[in-house]
Structures are given as C-alpha cells and as structure tokens.
C-alpha cells in the first residue's frame, strides 16, 4: 500500500482559506446589519470578531477594508450613515473621515500619484519555480 502519485497542487492551496472566508462573511454581515437598521452593536461586534480572528491567526486584513472601520470603536465607516468624508487641501490634498460614533479622524492622502505601500510594483515579490544559485 503505497502512496497515490499526484497528490494536490501546491498552486492550488491557500493558505487559512476558511480563515479568510470567515473574515469575509464577518464583514459582509456587518455592512448588512448597519444597512438594514439593526442595531450598530451587533454590527461592531462582528467587525471585532473578524479583527480577532485576524489577530490570533497573524493574517493582514486588505487596506481597503482596513479604511472602511474604525479603529477605536471597531464601527463600519460608511459616508453619510456612520461617518462623514471630507475633501481637505491644506498641506496636501487629503480626505478626512469623521467616525460619529466616537469622533475618532482619519486622513488619507489624494495625491495624484500616491500608492499604497502595498500596492507599488516595486514591493511585490514575484514566486518562482527555479532557485538560481
């Protein structure tokens, strides 16, 4: 009783999948709850269930949905229900977000060919198959 050739890919499998789908699920939930009145507690308690879950795991949450919550009071920041956006040009052009649950501020930089860190081509490591030595 040997064991089978082929096995699974190794492309195929990413790791904490379910981990990640959870997360999505939480947030998705929470941005459901907020839109359809229920209370905002039930809301930030999902956003704290989905922060938690990415904590103990040591999984990066993406930057565009790092922006959408607050980081004091763990509220979903949509414009207009939660929070207010604000166009601001003073030292340089920015947006200002405005929690009205615990009036915590956050900026963001509009400048025309600002990038995230993260999102810059010269910080993405490509994978390759060969090791040269």
Not at 21 to 27: G, I, K, V
Not at 55 to 70: H, Q
Not at 96 to 112: D, E, L, Q, S
Request: hydrophobic share 30%; with cysteine.
């Amino acid at each position: 009783m040997g064991k089978k050739k082929g096995g699974k890919n190794k492309q195929s499998v990413i790791p904490h999948k379910e981990a990640m789908l959870r997360m999505n699920f939480l947030y998705q939930a929470a941005y459901t709850a907020v839109d359809s009145a229920e209370s905002f507690s039930t809301s930030r308690y999902y956003i704290n269930t989905m922060k938690t879950i990415a904590k103990k795991l040591v999984l990066r949450i993406d930057p565009s949905m790092k922006r959408t919550v607050c980081k004091r009071c763990n509220t979903l920041l949509i414009p207009g229900k939660t929070s207010s956006s604000r166009l601001r040009s003073r030292r340089e052009k920015h947006v200002v977000v405005k929690c009205w649950t615990c009036g915590m501020v956050k900026r963001y930089k509009t400048a025309p060919g600002y990038a995230l860190w993260c999102d810059r081509s010269e910080n993405i490591i490509q994978k390759t198959d060969t090791i040269d030595p």
